[in-house]
């Protein structure tokens, strides 16, 4: 059975669309994965971009949008909500339809990183690193028995980790 997760940023254009592509890789037939912003900037950054195309993605198959496209009852029903933004952490989120799991992934903003394209593009590895590390960790779980308050757990413990004990 797959799985609906969707990455919650402010801006929806660098650390929740990485998220998105690499769910949609590492979780191929069990996550079925989205992402948005609650301010989205409508394009998205350059650095990811080029960090997609490296990467073998498509960057047109992304784009920033509002969480509001994944609100209301007759959106798309999610297991997970994942916020990667410290500021969309904080913010009053929509009422997501189903019952989402919801945990914080927090990590910097890797658009924020540097002034060099080289320093930029190091900062969007690292991103994809931690975050791949954290997928992983997310799809070693018994998604099919695991539910509640101990999915709640397993995800934030995800989240708490340290990157430089996970990436």
């Known amino acids: 059975m797959s799985r609906k997760i969707l990455f919650l940023c402010t801006g929806n254009s660098a650390r929740s669309v990485l998220a998105e592509a690499l769910a949609g890789r590492l979780g191929e037939g069990r996550l079925e994965s989205y992402s948005a912003g609650s301010q989205p900037k409508g394009k998205i950054n350059p650095g990811a971009v080029r960090w997609l195309e490296a990467n073998g993605f498509e960057p047109t198959?992304?784009?920033?949008?509002?969480?509001?496209?994944?609100?209301g009852q007759d959106?798309?029903?999610f297991d997970f909500i994942i916020t990667v933004c410290d500021n969309a952490a904080g913010e009053v989120c929509p009422i997501w339809p189903g019952k989402p799991s919801t945990a914080h992934w927090g990590m910097p903003d890797p658009a924020d990183a540097g002034s060099t394209e080289a320093e930029n593009d190091a900062a969007f590895a690292v991103t994809a690193r931690v975050l791949t590390a954290r997928?992983?960790?997310?799809?070693?779980?018994?998604?099919?028995?695991?539910?509640?308050?101990?999915?709640?757990e397993r995800l934030a413990a995800i989240g708490a980790a340290q990157p430089e004990t996970i990436a």
């Open 135 to 152: 997928l992983e960790q997310l799809l070693s779980l018994p998604l099919d028995t695991l539910s509640g308050p101990a999915l709640k």
């Open 61 to 71: 198959s992304f784009r920033s949008k509002s969480w509001d496209e994944f609100a």
């Open 75 to 77: 959106a798309v029903a």
